[in-house]
């Protein structure tokens, strides 16, 4: 669910403390309009291959733009076709194919995700497609699964679930969910409970499937701001719309996506607007196993590197989050305004939050668990991307060691490294599949792990629920 300003109270809230502070937030919206692998170094700069979206591939980039901006209750958000607007020129760019629908009810917006499929199914399977949905409105959770909700539906219609589209079934279904292959979904509203027995920010942090990346506005729980002013844009879409046009050559898309994230929460962090700074959203990422996608010109083949590009390319190749940390700043530095600037800024944020997490006691990774293992081509691009912070490849190589898959030797003990790890990173399921396991064979973190996961919102499946401390289902 989406709040506007002016905005009401939030009735699927649990917490009466939450409650409390959210009504004096709304009443005190009343009175404001807001202002407004790791790729190695021969192939960050390489020919488009499998898994690289090369610019140039007429019609192997769609996207559907789904705006919803009238709903009942005086709850229309105003700068839903504003963010169409923007957002469709802004992917135009990058050459997409942009389809805008705009207060679609549920009968139209299956249809249009119908048609949406056919035209990625049309495509060649030659891991260049990128399929891109956008939605802008508001959404709810029920039992864990998301739900986007059309023009005209209520948020506490007791039918609303019914008459929704469910994220997991209906949208991310629409691309071939494939390796290499990338499908976008991007979800520009909050998510609440549907009804009073469901826990505010209870959603499920559910991991995308192979081939996909979902996009969040806004972490578990929270609300999603937008101003009451159909001129400006919701506060996440202003920026990824600013982040898509100043991108330069060769920018990987999760990069995109990261750099949005951290945008938004710098812009709401530091608002003039005090009770827009108490509700900052935090932006959230989830990615399944996709491969090196890219927007911005692609270097040929013949084209010769300079000293930036060289320089950009070898801290592409380092395996320690401490390592990727200097090369970047020392890019940084050397090379303002570098084309490249928008993955050296996303790689030291990355580093910053590994070290973090390296850094806790309930880890427990050294450093030979970066450079001694030796997997298949996956591994070492997820390897790559969970030294710069990534939690759902971290929670991917856990996996593997587990099963002994992808080239590796199977090592529980590795695998139990792995998954805190990515829980320290901020992996909510990867938190409660830990405080699950621990608390199996009495280790005390088990009470770290069960109170974070609940802090990042998830909640567990009913089927799992047990009667263990800290579980709350």
């Known amino acids: 669910m989406r709040t506007s300003a002016p905005a009401t109270t939030e009735a699927g809230l649990q917490s009466a403390r939450r409650r409390e502070f959210v009504g004096r937030a709304w009443r005190a919206l009343l009175a404001l309009l807001l202002a407004g692998k790791p790729f190695g170094a021969r192939d960050a700069l390489a020919q488009p291959a499998a898994g690289t979206a090369s610019e140039g591939a007429p019609g192997s980039r769609?996207?559907?733009?789904?705006?919803?901006?009238?709903?009942?209750?005086?709850?229309?958000i105003w700068p839903a076709r504003k963010n169409g607007r923007d957002l469709e020129a802004a992917l135009r760019r990058h050459s997409f194919a942009v389809t805008v629908e705009n207060d679609l009810d549920r009968a139209a917006f299956a249809n249009s995700l119908e048609r949406f499929r056919q035209r990625l199914r049309a495509l060649p399977d030659d891991g260049r497609t990128v399929g891109l949905v956008y939605f802008c409105g508001h959404g709810m959770q029920f039992e864990g699964r998301n739900y986007l909700l059309p023009a005209q539906v209520a948020t506490d219609d007791?039918?609303?679930?019914?008459?929704?589209?469910?994220?997991?079934?209906?949208v991310l279904t629409t691309f071939p969910q494939r390796y290499p292959g990338l499908g976008i979904a991007i979800i520009d509203a909050c998510r609440d409970g549907l009804s009073?027995?469901?826990?505010?920010?209870?959603?499920?942090?559910?991991?995308?499937?192979?081939?996909?990346?979902?996009?969040?506005?806004?972490?578990?729980?929270?609300?999603?701001?937008?101003?009451?002013?159909?001129?400006?844009?919701?506060?996440?879409?202003?920026?990824?719309?600013?982040?898509l046009n100043e991108v330069g050559d060769e920018t990987p898309i999760n990069d995109i996506f990261e750099l949005t994230r951290q945008r938004v929460q710098q812009t709401m962090s530091s608002h003039a607007v005090e009770i827009v700074r108490r509700l900052a959203q935090?932006?959230?990422?989830?990615?399944?196993?996709?491969?090196?996608?890219?927007?911005?010109?692609?270097?040929?083949?013949?084209?010769?590197?300079?000293?930036?590009?060289?320089?950009?390319?070898?801290?592409?190749?380092?395996?320690?989050?401490a390592d990727i940390r200097r090369a970047a700043e020392e890019f940084l530095r050397t090379y303002p305004g570098s084309k490249y600037e928008t993955q050296a800024r996303v790689a030291l944020a990355g580093a910053d939050d590994a070290l973090r997490a390296l850094s806790s006691r309930f880890v427990r990774l050294s450093t030979s668990a970066f450079t001694a293992a030796r997997g298949d081509d996956r591994f070492s691009e997820d390897l790559g991307k969970a030294l710069r912070g990534d939690k759902d490849a971290a929670a991917r190589i856990s996996e593997m060691y587990r099963l002994g898959s992808n080239g590796l030797t199977a090592n529980p003990l590795r695998g139990e490294q792995w998954l805190r790890y990515s829980a320290l990173l901020g992996n909510a399921i990867a938190c409660y599949e830990l405080y699950r396991r621990l608390a199996e064979k009495s280790d005390p973190d088990a009470e770290f792990f069960g109170p974070e996961a609940e802090r990042l919102g998830y909640q567990p499946p009913k089927g799992l629920c047990g009667s263990r401390k800290s579980e709350a289902c």
């Not at 996207?63 to 009238?70: F, P």
């Open 158 to 170: 007791p039918k609303a679930r019914e008459k929704s589209i469910n994220l997991q079934d209906d």
């Open 282 to 321: 935090r932006p959230h990422i989830t990615a399944g196993q996709t491969g090196i996608f890219r927007l911005g010109r692609q270097r040929g083949a013949l084209e010769a590197r300079s000293a930036e590009d060289e320089a950009y390319a070898r801290q592409l190749t380092l395996l320690a989050p």
């Open 196 to 243: 009073a027995q469901e826990k505010s920010g209870a959603f499920n942090y559910s991991s995308a499937p192979t081939g996909c990346l979902v996009a969040f506005s806004a972490s578990a729980g929270q609300v999603s701001l937008s101003p009451s002013d159909p001129n400006q844009n919701s506060f996440y879409t202003r920026e990824l719309v600013r982040t």
């Open 62 to 76: 769609l996207a559907l733009l789904v705006c919803c901006g009238t709903y009942p209750a005086g709850k229309n």
